[in-house]
């Protein structure tokens, strides 16, 4: 298992997973600083962002220290130069899931939080244009939540006026 | 009595609220803050201040000098439903943005209703150009939370396909890029090598298209009978063939005209934008995962990564066409050393028996029920696989609780990222080189939207 970069906040969880060489598991507080470490640490592209709804299982097993909540986002950063893959699991919280953008560090990112928004509901603190982005401008709902029912709500089309 | 000028207002902003995308679109400049404006021109969505140049944010532009306009979403140079609000004056482009979703059919919510099993038919459908790469890294991150192996004859079969893959996608590349430059006989003849290599492809999996070849624990289906001769003419052909496109493209000068120089992008950039594939090697960045971070048997296999100097436009054609000859010395080598044995694992709770063996075995019926009705469990656990398919870094992240059916299935789409260096490339070229950018960084509205 890799070290954890020197810049990193004091007192990060980490655990080894079958994705990446490392996981870390931050507090939303420590979330930034401690992906700044990464990058600061020849972590040179963030190469996936996304969201989870862990509604069925606030129970799950996570390493000792860290609190669960229904919500949690999931980055992937990579190391071209060591060729080390990290992965970053911030819990995001339950009722109104917010975490800090990564936009100032990894522009790249930009679409990727959009998209956790957009199917999940979780803000981004900083985003520069926190809007929607594969579902429709009046959509309402974030379908990739796990209490939004597949088909549960019919097609939805813009306000069409009648026949014209 | 009514006013004719006053009908046709009402009518245009009817229109305008039904094809507006909102808060997603391009805003006019009025309706634009000083801040944003200068990010947005600087690095054009969104780089904090990467490229810019103080001098090119004209932050006093009034609305009715300049024209936003759109391309798209069924625009065909914009290779799907791309819509592009670009804002322009006169011929060039100041802003411009992409607006995504057209598409979007909620393909991740569906892969959580589908068993593993069932799992594939949905992931082939993203990437609708590269159906094996889809397929594999989805395979492999099954593959890896149910730590199985997969035997050698299945890696080698995977690659071969995979490779045949990457040619027949870079092969409609070259033909609707030379569609959109004008150069419509290298469409016909780019579409007709791909046939091959479609053919080849309905002959070993039934489907041309979408194949659910790969699966969790192996490959469908073994290669047909005489399927050296067929890859051998796949080949031969396309290697030949690929000189012929250098002789009709690469020197042309109204083809350089519109490549050499066109809509450069930078390493940095590349790198912080998080674009991979293609459009990143163009940089002189020799990342491809097949060789950084080997899988399948690519650390057995000889191929050079191609990488380019300038980032333009012109570099990008120059990988993709060189690319495809990098995968026909891979195919070849896929020929000579194709390892003998089974070509998917013999896992009874992964792989399905074989048709002969339910007639005369109980277990082998109760197997296959199971695995048709119910799907195999995957052990609880996330993880996070990566492939480079042909676009770049093809990544999966599943979530499994322990059940039949992923929690959680996130694809890691290359093209939806690599989308976002378009406003980069496009700010200050002119709206026909627009047209090349969307060509070159080749994004597939089915994986971007999902």
Same mark, same amino acid.
């Given at each position: ?15 080894? #997973? ?60 990579? #190391?071209? #130069? ?18 800090? #953008? ?63 | ?56 944010? /004209? ?7 300049? @024209? ?57 459908? @993203? ?59 290298? @469409? ?158 013999? /896992? ?13 075995? @109980? ?88």
């Amino acid at each position: 298992m890799i070290p954890l970069p020197p810049a990193a906040p004091p007192g990060v969880a980490t655990a080894e #997973s079958l994705a990446a060489d490392l996981g870390c598991f931050p507090t939303r507080e420590q979330y930034f600083e401690l992906v700044r470490a990464f990058k600061d640490d020849a972590f040179e592209m963030c190469v996936d962002l996304c969201a989870v709804d862990y509604l069925e299982h606030l129970d799950r097993a996570l390493p000792e220290g860290v609190a669960p909540s229904r919500f949690e986002v999931v980055v992937n950063l990579l #190391s071209l #130069s060591k060729r080390q893959r990290v992965r970053v699991r911030v819990q995001a919280g339950d009722a109104d899931p917010e975490v800090a #953008s990564l936009f100032s560090l990894y522009p790249g990112t930009e679409a990727m939080e959009r998209e956790a928004f957009d199917l999940l509901g979780v803000l981004f603190s900083g985003h520069p244009d926190m809007t929607r982005i594969l579902m429709p401008e009046d959509w309402e709902g974030h379908p990739l939540r796990k209490d939004y029912a597949v088909g549960r709500v019919p097609v939805q089309f813009k306000e069409a006026p009648g026949p014209r | 009595m009514s006013d004719p000028t006053i009908r046709v207002a009402e009518r245009l902003d009817v229109l305008a609220a039904e094809t507006s995308e909102g808060e997603q679109g391009l805003q006019q400049r009025s309706r634009t803050s000083k801040n944003e404006l200068g990010r947005e021109v600087g690095a054009v969505l969104r780089q904090s201040g990467l490229t810019l140049d103080p001098n090119d944010v /004209d932050f006093e532009r009034r609305d009715d000098e300049i @024209m936003i306009i759109n391309m798209g979403p069924a625009h065909p140079a914009t290779h799907g439903v791309l819509r592009l609000m670009l804002e322009l004056d006169g011929e060039f482009v100041l802003r411009s943005k992409t607006v995504i979703g057209y598409l979007h059919t909620g393909m991740e919510k569906t892969g959580e209703v589908l068993n593993y099993v069932q799992g594939g038919t949905n992931v082939t459908r @993203m990437d609708y150009l590269s159906p094996i790469g889809n397929e594999l890294g989805y395979s492999m991150a099954v593959e890896k939370l149910l730590s199985i192996e997969v035997p050698p004859r299945a890696v080698w079969i995977r690659m071969l396909m995979a490779e045949l893959n990457r040619m027949s996608s870079h092969l409609v590349w070259m033909a609707t890029n030379g569609l959109d430059l004008g150069a419509s006989s290298m @469409m016909i003849y780019g579409f007709r090598e791909r046939e091959l290599i479609l053919a080849f492809f309905e002959k070993t999996a039934g489907l041309r298209l979408n194949l659910n070849y790969v699966r969790p624990g192996g490959v469908a289906a073994d290669l047909p009978d005489g399927w050296e001769d067929d890859v051998l003419v796949i080949c031969d052909t396309v290697e030949e063939r690929s000189y012929e496109y250098d002789e009709l493209l690469t020197g042309q000068p109204i083809f350089r005209g519109r490549m050499v120089g066109v809509a450069p992008i930078a390493a940095e950039e590349a790198l912080a934008l998080g674009v991979t594939g293609p459009l990143l090697r163009s940089t002189g960045v020799p990342w491809d995962l097949r060789r950084a971070m080997p899988y399948l048997a690519y650390d057995q296999v000889e191929f050079d990564v191609i990488v380019g100097t300038y980032g333009d436009n012109f570099d990008r054609y120059a990988i993709r066409l060189n690319e495809i000859r990098e995968s026909a010395r891979i195919v070849r080598q896929c020929l000579e050393r194709m390892p003998s044995g089974d070509y998917r694992s013999q /896992d009874p709770k992964v792989t399905p028996p074989p048709r002969a063996r339910i007639d005369e075995s @109980m277990e082998a019926l109760i197997h296959h029920f199971k695995l048709f009705t119910e799907g195999f469990h995957v052990p609880a656990g996330e993880v996070y696989s990566a492939i480079e398919s042909q676009r770049g870094e093809l990544g999966c992240y599943l979530v499994s609780d322990g059940g039949s059916k992923p929690y959680r299935l996130h694809v890691r789409a290359p093209s939806f990222v690599n989308l976002q260096a378009v406003p980069l490339l496009m700010r200050g070229g002119l709206l026909s080189d627009a047209i090349t950018v969307v060509s070159t960084v080749d994004p597939v509205l089915g994986e971007v939207d999902r």
